[in-house]
């Protein structure tokens, strides 16, 4: 593979350097790539429109030809350019949570290449909410192609040093706008069902969804290990957000959830395995092992969705040879949490109740 010249540019979220977004915006504009910070987790973006800037994507990241990718817009027009139509049960999602970590499944026209939609009728579609982004995207005039910024099968980034870490040397350029807010990426929402169905949890939640519909759905395909399935989503077949050590998540009453981790931690440490412990505020004292970090508060699920990837990065510099994480609520941003972290882990979850 070529080694390109990456250019790293810091820009200042509250004070956006034209010149700064000028230069990203073309190099999106003559094909070629370019990492930038959203809302949720860095993207990492190319024309969607140009079959060459989109296969350059799938080379940088090393993704599987047949998973779909979000196409990026900063402004609702570009959206009825590269649709086939746009009904009102999605402008009235459009109207509640764009910009923001909503993705919506609509029917692409004949613009969007096969390459962006795993050869699907269908293309995912997002507005972020980061004002780099679409500075970005409304400077370049295009609606961008961005999966997460990082070496597929990792966990995404969430810093620019994540994604220096990644791709340097296979992109032409990441933009660094500081840590991302989020740190999960956005809800995917089919509405081709008669029940709008969530492809892949995130920032959106389903109660918030519910604020919509009277009634949504998860994709089976979320508690399912399918090989056979047919991506309609990001995130849906293949193994995703994996640290390099293997991982195991604990779910169950707290006190004894916490006694599991700790029995568990003894067994592996007797066989001679250096453990990391992903534990929260609550219970960060209850444990009797050197390599623990606190993931966030339970009581507050951004945090912990805020630094989780962080996390699992970090345990792959200290080089545990098992992480054992606590498990969280499924309600709310718990869900999303808990979707990327059973991935992370291979579906390893012990239920102790």
């Known amino acids: 593979?070529?080694?390109?010249?990456?250019?790293?540019?810091?820009?200042?979220?509250?004070?956006?350097?034209?010149?700064?977004?000028?230069?990203?915006?073309?190099?999106?504009?003559?094909?070629?790539?370019?990492?930038?910070?959203?809302?949720?987790?860095?993207?990492?973006?190319?024309?969607?429109?140009?079959?060459?800037?989109?296969?350059?994507?799938?080379?940088?990241?090393?993704?599987?030809?047949?998973?779909?990718?979000?196409?990026?817009?900063?402004?609702?027009?570009?959206?009825?350019?590269?649709?086939?139509?746009?009904?009102?049960?999605?402008?009235?999602?459009?109207?509640?949570?764009?910009?923001?970590?909503?993705?919506?499944?609509?029917?692409?026209?004949?613009k969007v290449p096969d390459r962006?939609?795993?050869?699907?009728?269908?293309?995912?579609?997002?507005?972020?909410?980061?004002?780099?982004?679409?500075?970005?995207?409304?400077?370049?005039?295009?609606?961008?192609?961005?999966?997460?910024?990082?070496?597929?099968?990792?966990?995404?980034?969430?810093?620019?040093?994540?994604?220096?870490?990644?791709?340097?040397?296979?992109?032409?350029?990441?933009?660094?706008?500081?840590?991302t807010g989020i740190g999960v990426e956005s809800t995917v929402l089919d509405l081709s069902t008669e029940i709008p169905t969530i492809l892949r949890p995130g920032g959106v939640t389903k109660e918030d969804l519910l604020?919509?519909?009277?009634?949504?759905?998860f994709d089976p395909a979320l508690?399912?290990?399918?090989?056979?399935?047919?991506?309609?989503?990001?995130?849906?077949?293949?193994?995703?957000?994996?640290?390099e050590a293997e991982m195991i998540i604990v779910t169950g009453e707290i006190h004894n959830m916490i006694e599991k981790i700790n029995e568990l931690t003894s067994e592996y440490q007797k066989e001679g395995k250096k453990v990391g412990i992903i534990a929260t505020n609550q219970t960060k004292d209850k444990y009797n092992n050197e390599n623990l970090i606190v993931v966030g508060d339970r009581r507050k699920l951004e945090t912990i969705s805020r630094n989780l990837f962080k996390t699992l990065r970090e345990f792959d510099k200290i080089g545990v040879d098992i992480i054992i994480a606590e498990g969280v609520t499924e309600e709310g941003l718990g869900k999303a949490i808990m979707n990327r972290m059973n991935k992370a882990a291979g579906g390893r979850v012990i239920k102790i109740n």
């Open 223 to 243: 508690e399912l290990k399918n090989k056979n399935i047919i991506p309609k989503s990001p995130g849906q077949k293949y193994r995703h957000y994996s640290p």
């Open 211 to 217: 604020t919509i519909f009277p009634k949504v759905e």
């Open 116 to 179: 962006i939609t795993g050869g699907l009728s269908t293309v995912a579609i997002r507005m972020p909410n980061h004002p780099i982004a679409l500075k970005l995207i409304k400077e370049a005039n295009l609606p961008i192609a961005a999966p997460s910024a990082n070496t597929s099968g990792r966990p995404s980034p969430t810093d620019a040093s994540h994604v220096i870490e990644d791709l340097t040397g296979k992109i032409d350029m990441i933009i660094d706008g500081g840590a």
């Open 1 to 110: 593979m070529k080694v390109l010249k990456t250019k790293v540019l810091k820009i200042d979220i509250n004070n956006l350097e034209k010149q700064k977004i000028e230069q990203g915006a073309e190099i999106l504009k003559r094909g070629g790539t370019v990492a930038f910070p959203t809302e949720t987790v860095y993207g990492l973006g190319a024309n969607a429109l140009d079959e060459k800037a989109i296969s350059k994507i799938f080379k940088a990241k090393g993704r599987p030809q047949d998973n779909p990718l979000i196409v990026h817009i900063a402004e609702i027009e570009q959206l009825y350019d590269i649709v086939e139509e746009v009904p009102q049960r999605a402008l009235d999602l459009i109207e509640r949570f764009w910009p923001g970590p909503l993705t919506i499944i609509f029917k692409k026209n004949s």
